[in-house]
């Protein structure tokens, strides 16, 4: 299981990286394993700003649909277009190309009540 050091994560099996700020989301590898072969991923929120914890799209995979929580408040800035014809990349890569939203951060402190990978490790049972 692949659960990079470098990264924050979420109980709802969301990661999250920072550069400044601007954070880039998507779901874990245990996340992609679980829910089995990517079918859709569905963002309506771009241009908007959300509250943490608040739905920003879903991931819908062959057997269920699924709601992607935002980690953190922000503006949802990007959405990873490639996704559109290509969403099985959330299965092949899901901390690189299978990335799913840009947001430009609010308060960047909450990236601290996030998970460290070993927390997350201890979550999954990993």
């Keep these: 299981m692949n659960i990079p050091a470098n990264l924050k994560y979420t109980k709802d099996h969301e990661w999250i990286s920072i550069d400044g ?38 991931v819908e995979a062959v057997k269920t649909v699924s ?19 290509n969403p099985e990349m959330v299965n092949s890569d899901p901390y690189g190309a299978g990335w799913m939203v840009k947001v430009k951060v609010s308060n960047v402190a909450e990236m601290e009540e996030l998970l460290s990978s070993e927390d997350y490790k201890t979550l999954i049972g990993a």
């Design 67 to 85: 709601d992607l929580f935002l980690p953190v408040a922000g503006e949802i800035i990007e959405f990873n277009d490639a996704l559109e014809s």
């Design 21 to 58: 700020d601007i954070a880039t989301i998507g779901i874990t590898d245990f996340a992609q394993k679980e829910l089995g072969d990517i079918v859709y991923v569905e963002v309506e929120t771009l241009d908007q700003t959300l509250t943490k914890d608040e739905v920003f799209g879903t």
